[in-house]
């Protein structure tokens, strides 16, 4: 049985041009809709960017600065370290400077789905097999 660690610091300080991040969404999501999508990392309904919010950045780096969210592309960040640093709980993620897509002065929602309003030709997908087109054959 594995188990969780907890580490205590003051601060950290990544080297060089290296990237840290926190608050990384990995949960269950629901659509618009109330469509429950679950929390399943490395299927292919798991495979999608994440934001992170950027908490620290090493010397080097002058492209991206702390409190501000980047998108980084799938799997490329390490898992997470839990750590206590002062008061606050975080877990922390390095990510790999290459695959960063986007980079927000704000947070942004994770917007892997329509908002569009269904047709009444997309609900045949919706609610049976991909391969259902609505006509039964007796």
Do not use: C
Not at 20 to 33: H, L
Not at 92 to 109: A, C, G, K, T
């Amino acid at each position: 049985m594995a188990s969780i660690t907890q580490y205590h610091a003051k601060s950290i300080r990544p080297l060089h041009d290296r990237i840290v991040v926190r608050d990384m969404e990995f949960g269950d999501r629901i659509t618009n809709g109330g469509i429950i999508v679950p929390s399943d990392d490395r299927k292919s309904e798991g495979i999608r960017p994440r934001w992170g919010k950027v908490f620290a950045v090493g010397p080097e780096q002058t492209d991206i600065a702390v409190g501000e969210y980047v998108l980084v592309s799938h799997w490329r960040w390490s898992r997470g370290v839990s750590i206590t640093i002062g008061e606050e709980d975080m877990v922390l993620r390095m990510v790999d400077n290459n695959d960063i897509l986007l980079v927000s002065d704000e947070p942004m929602q994770d917007e892997t789905w329509s908002t569009a309003i269904t047709g009444e030709s997309d609900r045949k997908m919706i609610d049976g097999s991909l391969h259902n087109d609505g006509t039964q054959s007796d």
